[in-house]
């Protein structure tokens, strides 16, 4: 049952990102900035935030909500807000710098990943050649 309440929630949530970008679209143009992304980013992890501290507090609240709300909506609309989460979480169990290497391992390890999958695909694309 988690599995399909993950999947419904994480299907909403594309669609709002979806609807946040084009709306970024429309209203600062198709510029070379990502306004759209970095909006989805900050107000994923906002209402992360909300959703996090509000189960903290009310601890009666069925698990299955918990699940659709971040690991579905909020996973589907931006997975910085998990990232983001999981930060403050390490920072407020007095792990600063367990906070900043995650920060930093996980910034520079995806770029360089992102990066290393261009590189590969491009190869193998192009023959071998550059």
């Known amino acids: 049952m988690g599995f399909l ?3 419904l929630g994480a299907g909403i949530g594309g669609a709002f990102r ?3 970008n084009l709306a970024a679209l429309r ?7 990502p306004y759209g992304t970095l909006g989805i980013n900050v ?3 906002f209402l992360m935030g909300l959703v996090a501290e509000y189960f903290a507090l009310r601890s009666g609240l069925p698990q299955q909500w918990r699940l659709f709300l971040t690991t579905g909506i909020l996973g589907g609309f ?3 807000s998990a990232f983001s989460l999981e930060t403050a979480l390490l920072y407020e169990r007095g792990e600063l ?3 900043v290497a995650y920060v930093l391992a ?3 390890l995806s770029v360089a990943a992102l990066f ?3 590189a590969i695909l491009r190869s193998m694309l192009d023959g071998g050649g550059a």
Not at 27 to 33: A, D, I, N, P, W
Request: net charge neutral; proline share 0%.
């Open 5 to 7: 309440i993950v999947f």
């Open 18 to 20: 979806h609807g946040v």
């Open 27 to 33: 209203l600062l143009g198709s510029g070379t900035f």
């Open 43 to 45: 107000l994923g992890s």
């Open 78 to 80: 931006t997975t910085f």
């Open 97 to 99: 710098g367990a906070a």
């Open 106 to 108: 996980s910034v520079i």
């Open 116 to 118: 290393a999958a261009l």
